[in-house]
């Protein structure tokens, strides 16, 4: 694998630490800023928002731009959003911070994916955008409970000024080791959204919603659900937490491995498998060691997809991929988002803790049952057209004709 996916997955390390070190933060902010908890959450809501707006607006800005150039002005705007963050006097600043951190976020996965692809072998294309998500994994299982230590030693400021230190370190990589790509010839902003027209690549989208949202519909409330019916310590979140991060670490792998391979097969067995661990989570919920299994087992069976899904709308937004491959990131966000607020819904009507676990079985169902119906339009799209009895082959009548 180039250096060039080292820059970017060094990148993709320092916006997963950002993304998710907030969470384990909040405390501290609302402490410091004398506002609630709710209040502060803002700025988790306000980080999703700002990744599912900034992916195709970054990435419209930036189509006259080359895609280091365009790398690079992320990663600046990026470090600028976490230092307004960790020097913010007022909540209201540091929230701004959050969201012009946010911009960077779809548009350096979008465009760092087409990157990526573009470095290696066709057959090896899947791999290297695993490759450049690993940063984002390996964020989960180090970045977040290192930045998460730092930020209640000795204050979440500096959390947040060593993340925009890891932006700086992102930034000099991806100028010194990233080649300049050039953009295909011809290709123009109404080439990248008539991408959109293309059945595949919008149901490529819907599987990733649904699919990585069945992730998070369990993920969001791991905190009481492990405390409160699994029987764990409130301080033991924070290692379940990095047990999901490394389950992300393999499965992001291994679905980069094998997509390269068998794509569709690929998704079918992760998606699958995905929504029967979902729903045995409502039972081993109950039990330590195997809700703690479990929450590997949803990493690596979630993350399994991103590759895949990732790489299909590559393949299916042809010659104009890079806003597709933007819009697909923010995707996962929305996934988030409605499958957070979903399990909320499910919580609050008095079905417990584990119900959220059956929202996203049956998100990760749905999410199968779009890849099987999209591989068989692709196979009814590239079935030969029926040969009418009597008839003669075009080229056959050439010649004879000739």
Known sequence: ???????????????????????????????????????????????????????????????????????????????????????????????????????????????????????????????????????????????????????????????FAVVAALGVVGLVGVAKLVPDVSRAEGVRLRHEVAAFKNAQVLLAMAMTVLGFGGVFAAITYIAPMMTQVAGFADGSVTWLLVLFGLGMVGGNLVGGRFADRALMPMLYISLGALSVVLALFTLTAHDKIASAVTVVLIGALGFATVPPLQKRVLDHAHGAPTLASAVNIGAFNLGNALSAWLGGVVIAAGYGYTAPNWVGAVLAAAALVLAVLSAGLERRASAPGPVVAGSVPTERRAAVHH
């Open 1 to 159: 694998m180039p250096l060039a996916l080292l820059a970017l997955a060094i990148g993709a390390f320092g916006i997963g630490t950002t993304e998710f070190v907030i969470m384990g933060l909040l405390p501290e902010v609302a402490s410091d800023y004398g506002v609630s908890i709710p209040t502060a959450g803002y700025l988790v809501t306000g980080y999703a928002l700002g990744v599912m707006f900034g992916a195709p607006l970054m990435t419209v800005l930036g189509t006259k731009v080359p895609r280091k150039r365009m790398l690079m002005l992320l990663m600046g705007l990026f470090v600028v959003g976490n230092l307004l963050s960790a020097l913010a006097p007022v909540f209201s600043v540091m929230l701004i911070g959050r969201v012009i951190a946010s911009l960077a976020h779809g548009a350096f996965f979008g465009i760092g994916s087409v990157v990526a692809a573009g470095l290696v072998a066709p057959d090896k294309k899947a791999g290297a955008i695993a490759m450049m998500f690993t940063g984002l994994t390996v964020a989960n299982v180090v970045g977040v409970p290192l930045g998460t230590l730092i930020g209640q030693s000795v204050g979440w400021r500096v959390t």
